[in-house]
């Protein structure tokens, strides 16, 4: 039996901010983990793609407000710098 991925683990190095802040990321951040999964099949952020990371932003997101869509896309910041990788996204407002 798999240990289930610890996304707090995983961010603890890059999570900066208040308490409330840093909450605020891991909540979101097991949301697109889930959301990722459920589509691909993909449990650890280490198997993304940015075209996968962009697919939850453009259409996971599509009812939301612009305050959500900003505050998941720091989120999204987060994971790319825990993940070193290079992506750029079109902030989605």
Known sequence: MRKPFDMELFLAGV???SH???KR????????QKEIA???????PWAWQRKHVEWFLVHRLTQHSKA???????TVRVLIRR???SWKFKQIL
């Open 38 to 44: 459920e589509r691909w099949q993909l449990e650890t």
């Open 20 to 22: 409330v802040t840093r």
């Open 15 to 17: 999570l900066t901010g």
């Open 83 to 85: 993940l070193e990788k």
């Open 68 to 74: 959500t869509k900003y505050y998941y896309f720091l």
């Open 25 to 32: 990321h891991l909540r979101q951040a097991r949301i697109i």
